[in-house]
C-alpha cells in the first residue's frame, strides 16, 4: 500500500508540475494588462532582417516597439548599454566587448543563428584547404565577427596570421568586392550580402574553406541582448519579447521567400541578392555559452580587450526566458556547448 500510495504522490506531483509549466507557458502568450513602449535596434543584416517582424509579433502582447536603425553593431551596443533602447540584436563578440571595458548593463537572452559570414574568391580560383591561405593577399576589417572567425581559423590549422599577407579594407563591404574585382586581394573576409552581390554579378566564389566552422568560435551570428535595467524592471515584458521574437523566427524559417522580400525591401537589394544572402544563414535561437567563452578568451589572447573576461562572462547571459518560451532547459539551449 505504501509503495502505491508514494506513486500516486509522485505522479499527483509531477502533474501539478506540468500543469505549472503549461500555465506559465500559457501566461508568456497573453498580453501585459498595461502597454509597455520600447526600442528596438536594427541593421540591415540577413540574419536579422526577420526583426522587422518583431514589431508586429510584440503587439500581441501589448507592447509597443519604435525602430531605430544603426548602421553598426559598436553603436548599437552603446545605446542598448544606456539604455536609449531596450532591445537588439548584436554581435557575439559586443557583450564580452563592453564588459573587457566595465559595461555590465547588457544581457544576452537567445542566440540568432549561424552562416552569415562568409568568405569569397574570384570566380574560377578556390582556396581548399587553410595552408592554401598562405601566400593568399586576404582582404579584413579587424574587429568583425568575420575576422574573429577567421583568425582563430588561422590559428586552428597551424597557421600565424601576422605571417599571412593582410589587406586592411576600411569601410563598407562594397570595398572588399572592388578589391577583389581590380586583384588587389586573392580573397574577402567579409559578410551578407556582399558574398552574394558577387556571387550573382558573377565574379565570386565561395571558396572550399569554411571559418564558420572554427572550433573555437563556432558559427554564431549574433546575440539577442536586453539593457539589464530593462529586464528588472520588465521581466514579463521581457518573457513575452522572447516568445514573439521565437516566432518571429519560426516565421522567416516556414517563408524564406518572405525573408527575402522583406530584406530586399529594407536593404534595397535586387531579390536574388537577398535569396542568395540568406540561402546560407540558418535561423537558430540557441545560445552556445562555452563558445561565447572561446570568443571572449580569444579576444583577450590576441589584445582585442585588455583583460580576460571568460570567467565572468556567463553572468551576462540568461537562459531563464528562452527555457520559459521554449520548455527546454538551458543545457538544451546550449549551456554546455
Known sequence: MNRIWMAACCFAASLALAGAANAQGNASRTPLATPVKIKQGQANVPALSPLYLLPEEAAKYNIQIEMVMFQRFADMRTAVASGDIQITALGPQDISLALGSGVKSIVGVAGVGSGNDCLVVRKGEDIKSWKGVSGKR?????????????????????LQYNKLKIVNIVGGGTNYLKALQAKDIDMAVVWQPFCAQAIVDGFGAYP?????????????????????????????????????????????RKDTKRWAKIYAEKAALPE??????????????TLPLESIKRISKFLSDNGVITRDVSGEISQYYTYDFLSKATGKSAEQLGLKK
Do not use: C, M
Open 138 to 158: 586576404i582582404g579584413i576589417g579587424a574587429g568583425s565577427i568575420s575576422w574573429l572567425k577567421f583568425a582563430a581559423s588561422v590559428q586552428e590549422n597551424g
Open 208 to 252: 572550399t574553406i569554411d571559418h564558420n566552422r572554427s572550433k573555437t568560435i563556432g558559427g554564431l551570428i549574433s546575440v539577442l541582448a536586453v539593457n539589464r535595467g530593462f529586464i528588472e524592471k520588465n521581466p514579463q515584458a521581457v518573457q513575452r519579447l522572447v516568445v514573439a521574437y521565437l516566432d518571429v523566427l519560426e516565421l522567416a
Open 272 to 285: 536574388n541578392v537577398a535569396a542568395e544572402s540568406i540561402r546560407v544563414t540558418r535561423l537558430d535561437p
